[in-house]
């Protein structure tokens, strides 16, 4: 299959820290005595990028707790301390 372009971009959805790469190949005269081969993608996938989204969560859920006991310190009455 003779690929005529190749684009890599980034892919942004809801909730992504930095989103998503995306390749688009572009090819000519796919025909179906080709629709059997397969398309072998190959990629480098960095020991930090697989952390990163359990990081975020573990952030979120501590800074979660972290809020709640600073609001459950806070002096909310309307009458005078004896």
């Known amino acids: 299959m003779p690929v005529i372009s190749s684009e890599v971009d980034i892919h942004r959805t809801f909730m992504d820290t930095i989103g998503r790469t995306t390749l688009k190949l572009t090819a000519l005269n ?4 080709l629709r059997d081969r397969d398309v072998t993608v190959t990629y480098d996938y960095p020991l930090a990028a697989g952390f990163r989204k359990p990081m975020v969560i573990f952030a ?3 800074s979660i707790f972290g809020v709640s006991y600073l609001v459950r310190q806070l002096d909310i ?3 005078r301390k004896a």
């Open 77 to 79: 009455s309307i009458g």
């Open 60 to 62: 979120s859920v501590l």
């Open 30 to 33: 796919v025909v179906d005595d």
